[in-house]
């Protein structure tokens, strides 16, 4: 029999939740780790397709892969498909949604132009925005360190930018938009909270995006060939898997035991970019990366 760890005051042994043992947190970062790993890939993927398609045609196969994948695996388990429209929030739900295609969408254009490594790096400032977002939108107060943890981290994010400097790109600006947005969908997940099931939230995000990706297909729209439809369900698959993965990691361990492990995924990101891209960040990218990821710890 495992034994458990006295606690201190707080409800804490180490960063253990009450009532769970070492092992356990142990697991939640393995999970966490597979989670990371998982949209690495993704966003590697996404990079690959993004090539010959238009990159909000790569985010809508990746939306509408992890719905079937979904649904599929509610059907293997024999549980009924109707049940997972019932929201308490439905407008939360798709706002939610809606939020996720935005940031999803300028990454994965973006990926076009950029090294998977830069991409990644300038996603990373998410954090800070919801920083600054928390007060207006959730009524949080933010204090003074937070702020100058912000501004460091946009610091850091310019260094990689590197506005008005001929290496500057524009497309360096999207990953920046998208994780304004990405901050928005985390602040809209804390508002809708536990009201609905996760299979729900799921079919919401899943299915909300894939809808709304369908109105700028006429107008995008390249026929894939065989492989990239088998690469976009892939990714779908992978995106499930991350989902689900992150999910149990978070009922293994504290949120903020696990935060740091995120950055597995820059790591995977810079193995990808130079084994398969034959991209290695620059000196100031690096230094622009490492200023943003101290700033978000």
């Not at 999970?31 to 990371?36: D, E, I, P, Q, R």
């Not at 925005?129 to 949080?140: D, N, R, S, T």
């Amino acid at each position: 029999m495992k034994r458990v760890l006295p606690t201190s005051a707080g409800g804490l042994q180490n960063g253990v939740p009450n009532g769970l043992v070492p092992s356990s947190v142990m697991h939640g970062v393995l999970w966490t780790v597979l989670a990371m790993s998982c949209i690495a890939l993704v966003d590697g993927l996404a990079k690959y397709l993004a090539v010959e398609l238009n990159g909000v045609q790569v985010a809508w196969g990746y939306f509408t892969s992890m719905l079937i994948c979904l649904l599929g695996l509610r059907l293997v388990q024999g549980r009924p498909l109707r049940t997972l429209g019932y929201s308490s929030r439905p407008r939360l739900q798709l706002l939610r949604a809606a939020c996720l295609v935005g940031s999803l969408s300028c990454l994965f254009y973006s990926l076009r132009f950029l090294p998977l490594a830069e991409a990644t790096c300038i996603s990373f400032t998410s954090p800070l925005f919801i920083v600054a977002l928390a007060g207006p939108v959730l009524g949080e107060r933010v204090g003074l360190d937070r702020w100058l943890a912000v501004l460091v981290g946009l610091c850091g994010a310019l260094l990689i930018v590197r506005p008005g400097t001929e290496i500057f790109q524009w497309a360096a600006l999207l990953p920046l938009l998208g994780a304004v947005f990405f901050a928005f969908f985390n602040l809209v997940t804390k508002r809708i909270g536990a009201s609905d099931p996760l299979e729900t939230t799921l079919f919401y995000t899943f299915g909300g995006g894939a809808l709304l990706l369908c109105l700028p297909l006429p107008f995008i729209w390249r026929t894939p060939a065989g492989q990239a439809w088998l690469l976009m369900l892939a990714s779908g698959a992978l995106g499930m898997l991350a989902h689900r993965s992150l999910v149990r990691g978070l009922s293994l361990a504290n949120a903020s035991v696990l935060a740091p492990i995120n950055y597995v995924r820059l790591v995977w990101a810079t193995a990808i970019g130079w084994l398969v891209f034959g991209q290695v960040p620059d000196s100031a990218a690096l230094t622009g990366g490492a200023v943003v990821i101290a700033s978000g710890l």
